[in-house]
């Protein structure tokens, strides 16, 4: 087997598509309209690779193609690579390669070293965040500044390994994200930071407190919400995340960050059209505060309260009071 990151060049080739999809290509993807083997899908693509590695008809499945390929660079995308790549030999780490790749994708919290694994991959511990992440472990590999995702996979590939055995030699390449993450998770566990549950309607209320965003508070030019704590508390199908911010709420919805993939044992999550929603919001506001908006540039969102500068703003409104609309909406559809 052999890597090469996807280029058109590449479209008439047959290949071996590893988490992305790309032309001409047999899928081994969860990415949404991937046409990977039934016998082998699963929640991320890592695990789809490791059952294509334990496959007894792992030729027949790969029809004798030698050529590997991905579009894109992240954590999911590595490991899955690797696996394909190493075949039988990654059966061995099975027990880190998964939690690893769903801590990257998913932003999910199984274990520390994962998500220790997956930020030394791709430089964060979101899967797409805002602005696209750099990537310091693979500079220091470089040597310099690396903005090529085939430099990037040739560079992480033969540090896999060591990176899923021995993650505290990584150390200066996950600590600071690292610790933005314990933050978040103390703070829910003193309460500080909360989650209430409205089981019936499967939404999840997370209201965080200022000091999860550092001594001076929430920024909306700076700051992101703590998925990967998040989601080691919050157990809804959708989440309604409260930040106090200038006398008022900062508020995003999001769905789980699994929802944007073709899940197995996670469950498939239907996305809503809350324009009416929006709209009954956006009248109790006051004149000239911001507006609630549908929103689509981040893999889990659904919709936020947006300022006057395209930012998160300042909602007048109280949490409960919009979780009871949510809720009132949802049930809508039932």
Not at 67 to 87: E, I
Not at 111 to 139: F, M, T, Y
Not at 171 to 193: L, N, V
Request: proline share 6%; aromatic share 10%; hydrophobic share 40%.
């Amino acid at each position: 087997m052999r890597f090469e990151f996807y280029h058109a060049g590449l479209d008439n080739l047959p290949k071996l598509s590893v988490d992305g999809i790309v032309p001409n290509s047999i899928h081994f993807s969860h990415w949404q309209g991937n046409e990977t083997a039934p016998q082998l899908r699963a929640d991320t693509s890592t695990e789809i690779a490791l059952n294509l590695a334990a496959a007894p008809n792992r030729d027949e499945l790969t029809q004798g193609i030698e050529l590997v390929t991905n579009n894109h660079f992240d954590t999911d995308g590595v490991l899955s690579v690797w696996t394909v790549l190493n075949g039988e030999r990654a059966l061995a780490l099975r027990e880190q390669l998964i939690p690893a790749a769903e801590a990257g994708d998913f932003s999910e919290l199984t274990n520390e070293q994962a998500v220790r694994v997956s930020i030394a991959i791709q430089g964060s511990d979101q899967p797409v965040p805002e602005e696209k992440s750099s990537l310091p472990l693979i500079c220091h590999l470089a040597g310099a500044e690396v903005s090529d995702d085939a430099r990037a996979y040739e560079l992480i590939l033969p540090e896999v390994e060591r990176l899923l055995t021995r993650i505290d030699d990584y150390e200066q390449f996950w600590r600071s994200p690292w610790e933005r993450i314990a933050t978040a998770r103390e703070s829910f566990e003193r309460g500080a930071s909360s989650v209430t549950e409205f089981v019936d309607i499967r939404l999840s209320l997370v209201t965080l407190a200022p000091g999860v965003f550092g001594p001076h508070g929430f920024d909306p030019l700076r700051h992101v919400a703590p998925f990967t704590a998040i989601s080691r508390y919050a157990a809804g199908r959708l989440f309604l995340i409260a930040t106090p911010y200038e006398q008022g709420w900062a508020y995003r919805v999001d769905y789980p960050y699994y929802s944007w993939a073709e899940t197995v044992v996670r469950p498939r999550i239907q996305r809503r059209d809350f324009s009416q929603l929006l709209n009954e919001l956006n009248q109790r506001e006051p004149a000239g505060r911001g507006s609630w908006n549908q929103d689509s540039g981040e893999l889990s969102s659904a919709f936020k309260f947006f300022g006057a500068n395209g930012k998160l703003g300042s909602s007048s409104l109280h949490p409960e009071d919009v979780a009871k609309s949510i809720g009132e909406s949802l049930k809508s559809y039932a």
